[in-house]
């Protein structure tokens, strides 16, 4: 049963949502993947306007929870990058460092795990089948289609569970 006297709660993905990783995307695309590569780059992403203006605004009637396939040894780069670009204070819930899950299931999981206790207002990602998911699943998503995509991104998203 949810909690209906604290705020709800807007979850936020981070990678091509409220950071733009095109500068990293090489890395993706070399053949093996060369995953440190692309995360030792990930705090020298910029942030997405569109996608930072709706968490600013959204903060002011919900927690913000952000929720990211970036596994846990990234921790501290995207707690500093959170705070660099000034995004306001929330939980952050990453995947397990050897959880290889695609992300569409990892986040669905962690999605009906808050809705147990609190209303979720809505989600917002760029990866279309996690959004497909949720919606499935009855949560409201906003789809982040504010950053380029990125065919490399989407399979590894997908195929190897890592972001």
């Not at 020298?44 to 929720?67: K, M, N």
Request: charged share 35%; aromatic share 6%.
């Amino acid at each position: 049963m949810t909690d209906s006297s604290q705020r709800p709660v807007a979850v936020f993905d981070l990678d091509n949502t409220l950071a733009d990783t095109a500068h990293r995307q090489r890395f993706l695309e070399e053949r093996p993947r060369n995953w440190a590569a692309f995360f030792a780059a990930a705090p020298g992403d910029p942030p997405l306007v569109q996608g930072v203006a709706l968490c600013l605004e959204t903060s002011r009637e919900c927690e913000i929870v952000y929720l990211t396939g970036r596994p846990e040894r990234c921790r501290r780069d995207t707690l500093a990058w959170l705070a660099a670009h000034r995004l306001p204070e929330g939980r952050v819930r990453m995947r397990g460092n050897a959880d290889r899950r695609p992300a569409r299931f990892t986040k669905l999981e962690v999605l009906r795990r808050i809705a147990r206790d609190r209303e979720v207002r809505f989600l917002v990602d760029d990866d279309e089948l996690v959004c497909d998911d949720a919606e499935r699943a009855g949560f409201t998503v906003v789809r982040a289609r504010w950053a380029a995509k990125s065919a490399a991104l989407e399979d590894a998203q997908e195929r190897e569970g890592r972001t």
